[in-house]
């Protein structure tokens, strides 16, 4: 079976109408960060993908949170609220926002751009052991656009799974960058997903990497939504 993955990203823009759409608890920790605007569009454009979708005012979608490793309900994968049978993800740089929505399916978006995978312990916190080889051949921009690929293809494997950087993702092994998406091995504690379909997700910005995971067993669809 196919599953259908809608996707929209939106350019960070410092837009102050977008604080009305946020609750009080997004406001209040936007607020603590050092520089909100990322945070608040990124908010705003998942309220504004899902209230078009489900027919909600996207100020009056409420969310709740649970976290598959501690059971807490204080952080952890959010969902909405009286509508359990969609599911998404919201990933956020910067300058860009990407939201990824599923039905009946866990999902998981990451975006990341491609500067941020220019550091020298990308390799140490990042690659397997066994996944360090496929980078040795690569140099300049290409080396930053492949570890940003391979960074975003894990991210998404856990936001998927919903545990996050709970799981090192030194311990979750994906297709070297020039193959097609896949989990290769699931080496962490906490429990494997019994099943994982990835995608590397196009986007309108070049200087981003991005790729969407679901836990259904079959191909992704991709399909732009509007944000």
């Known amino acids: 079976m196919v599953v259908r993955v809608e996707l929209a990203e939106a350019v960070i823009v410092d837009d102050p109408s977008f604080r009305a759409l946020l609750d009080d608890t997004e406001l209040a920790r936007a607020d603590r960060k050092r520089v909100p605007t990322p945070f608040i569009g990124a908010h705003a454009l998942v309220r504004t993908v899902l209230g078009a979708r489900l027919g909600v005012p996207p100020q009056d979608l409420r969310f709740r949170r649970l976290c ?7 952080h952890g994968k959010p969902t909405v609220s ?7 993800s919201l990933s956020y740089t910067d300058s860009l926002a990407v939201v990824a929505v599923t039905d009946g399916v866990e999902v998981g978006v ?10 020298g312990g990308f390799a140490r916190v990042t690659l397997a052991p066994d996944e360090v ?30 545990h996050g950087l709970v799981v090192d993702p030194t311990e979750v092994v994906v297709s070297p960058p ?8 699931w080496r962490a504690s906490e429990a494997a997903p019994d099943v994982v379909a990835l995608h590397d997700a196009p986007l309108g910005s070049v200087e981003h990497r991005a790729a969407v995971a679901v836990l259904a067993d079959g191909p992704i669809e991709i399909v732009p939504v509007s944000g």
Request: hydrophobic fraction near 40%; include cysteine.
């Open 178 to 185: 020039a193959e097609e998406p896949r989990l290769v091995a």
């Open 133 to 162: 080889d496929a980078f040795d051949d690569l140099h300049g921009p290409d080396l930053l656009r492949a570890r940003a690929q391979v960074w975003s293809r894990k991210e998404a494997i856990l936001k998927a799974t919903g």
């Open 82 to 88: 009286d509508h359990g049978g969609v599911a998404f």
């Open 68 to 74: 598959p490793t501690c059971g807490s309900r204080q």
């Open 110 to 119: 990451d975006v990341e751009h491609v500067s941020e995978a220019d550091f």
